[in-house]
């Protein structure tokens, strides 16, 4: 390619051209959008590394300025994917489909706008991209679907009580899972199921395993103990870290050091031997969910508007994200090779961010009910807080949902692998932790943990406490 073909297509001219093609139709919301993206060559051979897909909702809101009512417009990402087999070279003239589907899902209000927007990345030029605007039906209905702010309504309460265990944590080398519920931490054999022993630890909060295999625990007053893993006898305790629960605790990698926050937002690196503190992160803010790099050289905390990464050596705050596709982030997990941080967006799904520099990458929307409902239950619904745990090797992973099914995803596209439903046996899953990268362990809501293994499908163990 000389100089100014170069030049060309540096500025897109002579180079492939992006195209939208809707299946005909108005789509309910809850219903899928469908199509094909066709990708045109040019006059220059050129390289696509990948095609996205995005849902976009539009809307406006009428506000007062200076006494006159303007209309501002707003936008966000419901939803993206990148669509498989989308790195191809690109020859002159060609001509290149690929089909896609997207749940028209989220929150929306009749008069708001949806569309589809694609881009393909080409090195070396202006990406091209194309948009194509949907018809929404909104009478329909989808089949058995339902928007989000609805609730899934059952005819009986589906367990007598909220018991736990609320979470499931397994040792360095996978062999022992413990059980947290209520003050009670119980220890089970992972290659049978076989109950170990117990032991009980006033105001327990939340719980973890130090790198050596010792227990940490956090309580309601803000107090982290290192504790013997048989007995449950106290090594080592921290000074109250804020006037708030102790929320997460996450060892930074094999090192001699443990992260931990608080519900009011406190953040800090600790030291193992003694429980001090070394570094701390965050004051008096907001902490929704901890994450921990494989490394342990930096900490991830999601806000009810961002995520936010530190640098554990000196407290240095590398990076924070707040255009995220939806609000209220919860939980986080970490890739196993450091590449991408998830955030479960409480009610809405699922966000990729790159953790070296919190850009957003892939995103999968909850379709679905938002809650669970049933008569004489305490409160307007049951929401089950999603839990993002990626496979041992990174290919793969698994979240449960608002209403406490449970998703396999890709661990790399957000594309849906396996979705399993509570009629195939998983109930009111709570917390969940991969064995291997073809086996889960889970804890559910109704006294039960259960290992399944997904290929082929079987249950392992299957037991009630």
Same mark, same amino acid.
């Given at each position: 390619?000389?100089?100014?073909?170069?030049?060309?297509?540096?500025?897109?001219?002579?180079?492939?051209?992006?195209?939208?093609?809707?299946?005909?139709?108005?789509?309910?919301?809850?219903?899928?959008?469908?199509?094909?993206?066709?990708?045109?060559?040019?006059?220059?051979?050129?390289? @696509?590394?990948?095609?996205?897909?995005?849902?976009?909702?539009?809307?406006?809101?009428?506000?007062?300025?200076?006494?006159?009512?303007? *209309?501002? &417009?707003?936008?966000?990402?419901?939803?993206?994917?990148?669509?498989?087999?989308?790195?191809?070279?690109?020859?002159?003239?060609?001509?290149?489909?690929?089909?896609?589907?997207?749940?028209?899902? &989220?929150?929306?209000?009749?008069?708001?706008?949806? #569309?589809?927007?694609?881009?393909?990345?080409?090195?070396?030029?202006?990406?091209?991209?194309?948009?194509?605007?949907?018809?929404?039906?909104?009478?329909?209905?989808?089949?058995?679907?339902?928007?989000?702010?609805?609730? #899934?309504?059952?005819? #009986?309460?589906?367990?007598?009580?909220?018991?736990?265990?609320?979470?499931?944590?397994?040792?360095?080398?996978?062999?022992? @899972?413990?059980?947290?519920?209520?003050?009670?931490?119980?220890?089970?054999?992972?290659?049978?199921?076989?109950?170990?022993? $117990? %032991?009980?630890?006033?105001?327990?909060?939340?719980?973890?395993?130090?790198?050596?295999?010792?227990?940490?625990?956090?309580?309601?007053?803000?107090?982290?103990?290192?504790?013997?893993?048989?007995?449950?006898?106290?090594?080592? *305790?921290?000074?109250?870290?804020?006037?708030?629960?102790?929320?997460?605790?996450?060892?930074?990698?094999?090192?001699?050091?443990?992260?931990?926050?608080?519900?009011?937002?406190?953040?800090?690196?600790?030291?193992?031997?003694?429980? *001090?503190?070394?570094?701390?992160?965050?004051?008096?803010? #907001?902490?929704?969910?901890?994450?921990?790099?494989?490394?342990?050289?930096?900490?991830?905390?999601?806000?009810?508007?961002?995520?936010? @990464?530190?640098?554990?050596?000196?407290?240095?705050?590398?990076?924070? *994200?707040?255009?995220?596709?939806?609000?209220?982030?919860?939980?986080?997990?970490?890739?196993?090779?450091?590449? %991408?941080?998830?955030?479960?967006?409480?009610?809405?799904?699922?966000? %990729?961010?790159?953790?070296?520099?919190?850009?957003?990458?892939?995103?999968?929307?909850?379709?679905?009910?938002?809650?669970?409902?049933?008569?004489?239950?305490?409160? $307007? @619904?049951?929401?089950?807080?999603?839990?993002?745990?990626?496979?041992?090797? &990174?290919?793969?992973?698994?979240?449960?949902?608002?209403?406490?099914?449970?998703?396999?995803?890709?661990? &790399?596209?957000?594309?849906?692998?396996?979705?399993?439903?509570?009629?195939?046996?998983?109930? %009111?899953?709570?917390?969940?932790?991969?064995?291997?990268?073809?086996?889960?362990?889970?804890?559910?809501?109704?006294?039960?943990?259960?290992?399944?293994?997904?290929?082929?499908?079987?249950?392992?163990?299957?037991?009630?406490?």
């Amino acid at each position: 390619m000389g100089l100014f073909d170069k030049l060309k297509a540096g500025v897109g001219i002579g180079g492939a051209k992006l195209e939208i093609a809707l299946e005909p139709g108005a789509i309910p919301l809850g219903g899928l959008a469908r199509g094909r993206v066709i990708l045109r060559g040019g006059k220059l051979e050129q390289q @696509c590394n990948g095609i996205e897909v995005v849902l976009v909702r539009r809307w406006s809101v009428t506000e007062l300025v200076e006494g006159r009512e303007e *209309q501002t &417009g707003h936008k966000e990402i419901v939803s993206s994917s990148q669509l498989p087999d989308s790195v191809f070279a690109i020859a002159p003239g060609s001509e290149h489909e690929r089909i896609f589907e997207i749940p028209l899902s &989220g929150q929306a209000e009749t008069g708001d706008r949806f #569309e589809i927007g694609a881009s393909a990345d080409i090195p070396g030029a202006i990406d091209p991209r194309a948009s194509a605007e949907l018809e929404i039906d909104w009478d329909g209905a989808a089949g058995a679907a339902v928007s989000d702010s609805e609730y #899934e309504e059952l005819d #009986e309460a589906p367990y007598e009580d909220d018991s736990g265990p609320d979470q499931v944590v397994l040792d360095s080398d996978r062999s022992t @899972c413990m059980l947290v519920r209520s003050d009670l931490l119980e220890f089970f054999d992972t290659a049978s199921g076989d109950y170990l022993h $117990d %032991w009980e630890v006033e105001d327990l909060i939340s719980a973890g395993f130090a790198p050596e295999g010792q227990v940490l625990t956090g309580d309601r007053d803000g107090v982290i103990t290192l504790r013997d893993r048989q007995s449950g006898e106290a090594l080592a *305790q921290s000074e109250p870290l804020s006037d708030d629960f102790v929320r997460s605790i996450r060892p930074l990698g094999r090192s001699s050091r443990v992260a931990a926050s608080t519900d009011d937002g406190f953040v800090a690196v600790f030291g193992l031997a003694d429980m *001090q503190r070394v570094t701390t992160l965050q004051e008096g803010d #907001e902490a929704r969910g901890l994450a921990v790099s494989p490394d342990g050289q930096r900490v991830f905390v999601s806000k009810m508007y961002s995520v936010l @990464c530190y640098d554990t050596k000196d407290g240095d705050l590398l990076w924070e *994200q707040s255009d995220l596709p939806a609000a209220n982030g919860a939980q986080l997990d970490v890739s196993p090779d450091g590449r %991408w941080v998830v955030a479960a967006l409480s009610g809405w799904g699922l966000c %990729w961010l790159g953790a070296g520099d919190g850009r957003v990458g892939p995103t999968h929307a909850f379709s679905g009910p938002g809650g669970v409902h049933w008569p004489d239950m305490l409160g $307007d @619904c049951t929401v089950w807080e999603a839990r993002p745990r990626f496979s041992p090797d &990174g290919k793969r992973l698994a979240v449960n949902t608002p209403v406490g099914n449970l998703l396999v995803l890709d661990g &790399g596209s957000a594309e849906v692998v396996w979705e399993f439903e509570r009629g195939d046996g998983l109930a %009111w899953i709570n917390d969940i932790a991969w064995l291997d990268d073809n086996r889960l362990l889970l804890g559910h809501t109704d006294r039960r943990f259960t290992i399944w293994t997904l290929e082929p499908l079987s249950w392992e163990v299957d037991t009630d406490l």
